[in-house]
């Protein structure tokens, strides 16, 4: 399976909506609960937060980011299908909650349940890093690593339990994989030395690699993130390992198709601020990415299709 051809995703896609239909909408007209699955101060956390600034900038309306963790993202993602299809309630996840969490099996449901709006942002601040306990530098220390030796530190069943699975078969390596939790929680144990490797935003993460407390193995991205400083992609070093994770804002289903594209065309129209730019820069070294509503669920299909060959694997961990 070629996961480059069916993940790798950078740049910002140019289509826009129409602009005759959108107008006949009126939406906004009150604040918009805006759900995710994750606590505050991650990588969705601040991706949600910085939208909701930018929105209300463009529309005058605000919104209000409800944290729900727990449950793999189902909380979340069960809240907003199970939600009045108004307009007024709106999921901003990432695939892993909406893809990775129907491949293991953890939801029932999965992005065909939802009105697809767009892919507002893409995650290239991915890297795996390593405690400096634990020796590693490179891909190849772990690869040369006696079988078990290395331990894994992830949420079982989640996106970063689907990172470790396919790490392992593009690199042979045998990690011991663990259920360490969120990524604050990979933080601690990485740094209490109970696990040697993770793979978490680089943003998190980043006071530690300067301190010395923590070491980049490589980013899954396609090619090398400038935002990210030196830091080689695994392809670099000989592994086809490319893993991108978009975000996804989603609505209920029967939402109208109106203000499902009212939100698709806001959203670009932030990408293309220049302010919006620099803030995603200096939070999670993220560049600007888009898809629009057509593009992002052929983008999303694939990726699931890309993730059902470690179905069975997921659902053995949990």
């Known amino acids: 399976m070629n996961l480059k051809a069916l993940i790798a995703l950078t740049g910002i896609a140019g289509s826009l909506y ?16 805006v759900i995710i699955g994750a606590s505050p101060g991650g990588d969705t956390d601040f991706n949600a937060r910085t939208m909701a600034r930018y929105f209300e900038q463009i529309t005058g309306t605000s919104m209000v ?31 892993g909650h909406l893809i990775v969490t129907e491949v293991s099996g953890l939801a029932d449901y999965g992005i065909d349940d939802f009105e697809i ?30 079988a078990g030796s290395v331990t894994f530190g992830t949420e079982f069943g989640g996106y970063s339990h689907l990172q470790g699975l396919i790490f392992q ?8 994989v663990v259920d360490t939790g969120s990524a604050s929680e990979k ?7 109970r696990i040697d490797v993770a793979g978490i935003a680089y943003g998190a993460v980043q006071d530690y690699v300067t301190s010395g407390q923590m070491v980049v193995l490589g980013q899954p991205n396609d090619e090398r993130n400038a935002l990210l400083g030196d830091v080689p992609t695994f392809a670099e070093q000989g592994v086809d390992f490319v893993m991108n994770n978009p975000y996804i804002i ?11 594209a009212k939100m698709g065309e806001v959203m670009e129209q932030i990408t293309q601020i220049p302010e919006y730019a620099t803030d995603l820069e200096q939070g999670f070294r993220q560049p600007v990415s ?11 299909n694939a990726i ?3 993730y059902m060959p470690y179905r069975e694997a997921l659902q053995a961990a949990r």
């Open 18 to 33: 129409g602009t005759a239909a959108l107008a006949q909408t009126d939406w906004p007209q009150r604040t918009v609960n």
């Open 290 to 300: 888009f898809l629009p509503q057509a593009e992002a669920m052929e983008r999303l």
């Open 187 to 193: 933080i601690a144990n990485l740094l209490g030395g």
């Open 65 to 95: 980011i409800t944290n729900m963790p727990g449950g793999g993202a189902t909380i979340a993602t069960s809240a907003v299908r199970d939600a009045d299809p108004d307009g007024y309630t709106m999921l901003f996840g990432h695939t």
């Open 304 to 306: 699931r299709d890309a």
């Open 169 to 176: 078969q593009e690199t042979g390596a045998e990690m011991m």
């Open 117 to 146: 709006c767009c892919i507002p942002a893409i995650d290239q601040g991915a890297v795996f890093v390593a405690s400096a306990s634990s020796g590693l530098t490179s891909v190849e220390d772990v690869q040369a690593a006696e």
């Open 250 to 260: 989603a609505f209920p289903k029967g939402t109208d198709p109106e203000i499902v």
